[in-house]
């Protein structure tokens, strides 16, 4: 029988009078079972369809009713997309009637996508599975991977996941807890993270990114000494592999012991010119690290991630990080997404944007005066978001603002969706901070790609701008960029300003005297390296009738540790420390600031960026260190464009020296407050409209010149 006709009409009672006629001459007309319960599918009967077709049972035998089985499920397949629910009633009817294991775990996959799995049908899939042999492993991991990452977890989900033990290899099941587990990263779930990834340890004891994820895990909640000593496994085991292996676990010991705080920040510094040896090691290798790239994967683009945190060499770390990265990124293309060199002529430039940090995050703050701005006459924006969907900030600010919008948590369904809508500039926000965004440049999905914000150029040979600007990068500094950089006219951001709340914490709550003198330092711990803490502790020391407030952001403990430590050694009462908690709105963080600080002190040799802009916006003097590498330069390009020379020093005396004045010159105070605040009427860094223009211009002249260069001579 064929149905299609009554389908294509959906004259679903007549598909049904018709089945019933063709069965009443030919009971075993297969294709006629099928088409009737289908019908009342169709037709929102949901509870006769079952009724109908177990009538087969008496007039079918058992190879027919497979068959059924199979004609329903392919059916449910071709409703996956337009019609999700009659799909589900298909897939639960089809096994219902012709039971199958692989048709069950596939089932599972479907209602745990739809979120709609309940606890009867999970304990029915443990029961089926504790008697089964000969079990598909690869539904079995889909299976498994699925109802772990995206149901919340329980004893059930637990017992679950032992369940499937027995019935995958060893490193197929710890890989599935691991990419869980990943796939948790959002959810503050830290706990759950844990058990899975000890879970998975035990199954793979020798997995080194597995090491490094528990290890990170025991770092976010404080367990430092466990994080390290894991972190000394981690590298025992990859002492007997490669280079890439042995650089991987330096590097996770580095963020163990820069997240740790106190004491541990001398010991990276005391390890850091091995770590440095180790990279020049791994740029300079004949010896092909493709194995390790690809079994470590990602990851390993964050090798030379801490050395800007460390120390500001970027003439020798620079070329390191070029090497590297574009190595790494060579090994883990499989066969990049095909796309046209010139592009269909349009109207508009097609610009896209990738990135996770388009959101509820410093990117975020920074990005979105130039998404406000920007002439859609001119431009088409698509907007690739990996990992994670926007928030609630990221939708309002980013997506609302753009033409088109896509996300997946994978690398390379984006980049084939980036050069199936022929961008032809893609623009980086994220760098080395995010691996994946990493794995889609490799890719080369569009003609150009270009690096701005985020942490620092990739190093990446498939990027061919890096946006800076007169100041934030010195004048020698392409010697050492593999990316061509290219200095916008004024400066590399501008904003239009920061929102400010309400204080939650004043003078009076820390038990500090409306007349005393307060510096304030707000940054995260891989920015607290000692010499600088030793250098603000100096400036404190000196200046009479002064508070040192540091907010933390990660580990109050180890930090607070650190201060008190460095404290003591410069016989420093620790009663002029305050430490202030994080606070859960940027709007009171400000307000905060505000009401607080007399003076800023900036860290080196990584300094404040967003944290900066906040601080000037608010007309606060600032103390900085300038360098020499981006990261050490961002506060010195934004006081300059300010119009303010006060506060920028090029040594650790001349830091002390200002920070002292500063302490102690309340008129000094005053005059910069008052020009700061005067800057947001003149300076380019509040002008989001002006700098708008100038990065569309910039973005217009790079196409221009590719288009150039694609001429035949």
């Given at each position: 029988?064929?149905?299609?006709?009554w389908?294509?009409?959906?004259?679903?009672?007549g598909?049904?009078a018709q089945?019933?006629?063709?069965?009443?001459?030919?009971?075993?007309d297969?294709?006629?079972?099928?088409?009737?319960?289908?019908?009342?599918?169709?037709?929102?009967?949901?509870?006769?369809?079952?009724?109908?077709?177990?009538?087969?049972l008496?007039?079918?035998?058992g190879?027919?009713?497979?068959?059924?089985?199979?004609?329903?499920?392919?059916?449910?397949n071709?409703?996956?997309?337009?019609?999700?629910?009659?799909?589900?009633?298909?897939?639960?009817?089809?096994?219902?009637?012709?039971?199958?294991?692989?048709?069950?775990?596939?089932?599972?996959?479907?209602?745990?996508?739809?979120?709609e799995?309940?606890?009867?049908?999970?304990?029915?899939?443990?029961?089926?599975?504790?008697?089964?042999t000969a079990?598909p492993?690869?539904?079995l991991?889909?299976?498994?991977l699925?109802?772990?990452?995206?149901?919340?977890?329980?004893?059930?989900?637990?017992?679950?996941?032992?369940?499937?033990?027995?019935?995958?290899?060893?490193?197929?099941?710890?890989k599935?807890?691991?990419?869980?587990?990943?796939?948790?990263?959002?959810?503050?779930?830290?706990a759950?993270?844990?058990?899975?990834?000890n879970?998975?340890?035990?199954?793979?004891?020798?997995?080194?990114?597995?090491?490094?994820?528990?290890?990170?895990?025991?770092?976010?909640?404080?367990?430092?000494?466990?994080?390290?000593?894991?972190?000394d496994?981690?590298?025992?085991?990859?002492?007997?592999?490669?280079?890439?292996?042995?650089?991987?676990a330096?590097?996770?010991?580095?963020?163990?012991?820069?997240?740790?705080?106190?004491?541990?920040?001398?010991?990276?510094?005391?390890?850091?010119?091995?770590?440095g040896?180790?990279?020049?090691?791994l740029?300079?290798?004949?010896?092909?690290?493709?194995?390790?790239?690809?079994?470590?994967?990602?990851?390993?683009?964050?090798?030379p991630?801490?050395?800007?945190?460390?120390r500001?060499?970027?003439?020798?770390?620079?070329?390191?990080?070029?090497?590297?990265?574009?190595?790494?990124?060579?090994?883990?293309?499989?066969?990049?997404?095909?796309?046209?060199?010139?592009?269909?002529?349009?109207?508009?430039?097609r610009?896209?944007?990738?990135?996770?940090?388009?959101?509820?995050?410093s990117?975020?703050?920074?990005?979105?005066?130039?998404?406000?701005?920007?002439?859609?006459q001119q431009?088409?924006?698509f907007?690739?978001?990996?990992?994670?969907?926007?928030?609630?900030?990221?939708?309002?600010?980013?997506?609302?603002?753009?033409?088109?919008?896509?996300?997946?948590?994978?690398?390379?369904?984006?980049a084939?969706?980036?050069?199936?809508?022929?961008?032809?500039?893609l623009?980086?926000?994220?760098s080395?901070t995010?691996?994946?965004?990493?794995?889609?440049?490799?890719?080369?999905?569009?003609?150009?790609?270009?690096?701005?914000?985020?942490?620092?150029?990739?190093?990446?040979?498939?990027?061919?701008?890096?946006m800076?600007?007169p100041?934030?990068?010195?004048?020698?500094?392409?010697?050492?960029?593999?990316?061509?950089?290219?200095?916008?006219?004024?400066t590399?951001?501008?904003?239009?300003?920061?929102?400010?709340?309400?204080p939650d914490?004043?003078?009076?709550?820390?038990?500090?005297?409306?007349?005393a003198?307060?510096?304030?330092?707000?940054?995260?711990?891989?920015?607290?390296?000692?010499?600088?803490?030793?250098?603000?502790l100096?400036?404190?020391?000196?200046?009479?009738?002064?508070?040192?407030?540091?907010?933390?952001?990660?580990?109050?403990?180890?930090?607070?540790?650190?201060?008190?430590?460095?404290?003591?050694?410069?016989?420093?009462?620790?009663?002029?420390?305050?430490?202030?908690?994080?606070v859960?709105?940027?709007?009171?963080?400000?307000?905060?600031l505000?009401?607080?600080?007399?003076?800023?002190?900036?860290?080196?040799?990584?300094?404040?960026?967003t944290?900066?802009?906040?601080?000037?916006?608010?007309?606060?003097?600032?103390?900085?260190?300038?360098?020499?590498?981006?990261?050490?330069?961002?506060?010195?390009?934004f006081?300059?464009?300010?119009?303010?020379?006060?506060?920028?020093?090029h040594?650790?005396?001349e830091?002390?020296?200002?920070?002292?004045?500063?302490?102690t010159d309340?008129?000094l105070?005053?005059e910069i407050r008052?020009?700061?605040?005067?800057?947001r009427?003149?300076?380019?860094?509040?002008?989001?409209?002006?700098?708008?223009?100038?990065?569309?211009?910039a973005?217009?002249?790079?196409?221009?010149?590719?288009?150039?260069?694609?001429?035949?001579?």
């Amino acid at each position: 029988m064929n149905g299609e006709i009554w389908l294509a009409n959906e004259d679903y009672p007549g598909l049904i009078a018709q089945a019933e006629t063709v069965l009443t001459a030919n009971p075993e007309d297969i294709t006629a079972w099928g088409y009737g319960g289908l019908a009342y599918i169709l037709q929102g009967d949901t509870a006769a369809a079952p009724v109908f077709w177990f009538q087969a049972l008496t007039a079918l035998d058992g190879n027919q009713i497979e068959v059924l089985g199979q004609w329903m499920w392919e059916r449910g397949n071709s409703y996956r997309e337009t019609q999700p629910q009659v799909s589900l009633e298909l897939y639960r009817a089809a096994q219902e009637l012709a039971p199958s294991l692989e048709r069950l775990l596939h089932l599972t996959q479907f209602i745990v996508a739809k979120g709609e799995l309940t606890t009867e049908e999970l304990e029915r899939l443990i029961q089926t599975l504790e008697i089964s042999t000969a079990i598909p492993i690869k539904p079995l991991y889909k299976t498994l991977l699925d109802v772990v990452s995206l149901v919340p977890f329980n004893p059930q989900i637990e017992q679950f996941i032992l369940t499937c033990r027995p019935h995958l290899p060893a490193h197929i099941y710890a890989k599935a807890l691991s990419l869980s587990s990943s796939a948790l990263q959002w959810q503050n779930a830290l706990a759950i993270r844990e058990k899975l990834l000890n879970m998975a340890l035990a199954s793979d004891p020798e997995n080194l990114e597995i090491m490094g994820s528990l290890a990170n895990i025991y770092g976010e909640t404080h367990q430092h000494d466990q994080a390290l000593a894991l972190c000394d496994r981690q590298m025992a085991v990859a002492q007997t592999r490669s280079l890439s292996a042995q650089g991987y676990a330096l590097h996770c010991r580095f963020r163990e012991l820069l997240n740790a705080g106190g004491d541990y920040w001398r010991q990276a510094i005391a390890e850091t010119e091995a770590y440095g040896q180790l990279l020049q090691k791994l740029a300079n290798t004949e010896a092909d690290q493709t194995p390790t790239i690809k079994t470590l994967g990602a990851t390993l683009f964050h090798l030379p991630f801490f050395l800007p945190y460390l120390r500001d060499e970027p003439a020798a770390d620079r070329p390191l990080l070029n090497r590297i990265s574009s190595q790494i990124g060579r090994a883990l293309v499989k066969s990049p997404p095909h796309r046209q060199e010139v592009p269909v002529p349009t109207a508009r430039l097609r610009v896209g944007f990738l990135s996770l940090t388009l959101r509820r995050h410093s990117v975020g703050w920074l990005a979105r005066t130039f998404f406000k701005h920007y002439d859609r006459q001119q431009f088409e924006f698509f907007l690739y978001y990996i990992s994670n969907p926007p928030d609630a900030l990221g939708q309002s600010w980013f997506v609302e603002k753009c033409d088109h919008y896509f996300y997946h948590d994978y690398p390379e369904p984006l980049a084939a969706k980036i050069a199936e809508d022929q961008v032809q500039i893609l623009v980086d926000l994220d760098s080395l901070t995010l691996t994946g965004s990493c794995v889609v440049l490799a890719q080369k999905p569009a003609p150009i790609q270009v690096t701005w914000l985020g942490w620092d150029a990739s190093g990446m040979d498939t990027i061919d701008y890096f946006m800076a600007d007169p100041w934030v990068l010195p004048a020698n500094a392409q010697d050492y960029y593999q990316e061509k950089i290219w200095r916008l006219p004024e400066t590399y951001i501008a904003v239009d300003g920061f929102e400010i709340g309400v204080p939650d914490v004043r003078r009076e709550d820390l038990g500090i005297d409306p007349t005393a003198v307060i510096f304030y330092t707000a940054q995260s711990g891989y920015k607290r390296h000692p010499e600088i803490v030793d250098l603000q502790l100096q400036i404190l020391q000196q200046v009479p009738n002064s508070y040192l407030c540091v907010k933390y952001i990660y580990d109050g403990d180890g930090l607070s540790q650190q201060f008190h430590t460095q404290a003591e050694r410069w016989g420093i009462d620790p009663q002029r420390l305050r430490f202030l908690p994080p606070v859960n709105s940027e709007y009171v963080h400000r307000a905060n600031l505000q009401c607080l600080a007399d003076v800023i002190l900036d860290t080196y040799p990584y300094n404040g960026a967003t944290t900066t802009l906040e601080a000037l916006w608010l007309g606060i003097p600032l103390v900085t260190r300038v360098g020499q590498q981006f990261a050490a330069r961002n506060s010195y390009a934004f006081l300059t464009q300010c119009g303010i020379s006060e506060g920028i020093a090029h040594s650790a005396e001349e830091y002390v020296a200002w920070g002292v004045r500063l302490g102690t010159d309340s008129e000094l105070r005053q005059e910069i407050r008052q020009r700061l605040l005067a800057s947001r009427r003149t300076s380019p860094l509040w002008d989001g409209e002006r700098f708008a223009q100038q990065f569309g211009c910039a973005l217009q002249e790079m196409w221009r010149t590719y288009q150039q260069s694609q001429v035949s001579p």
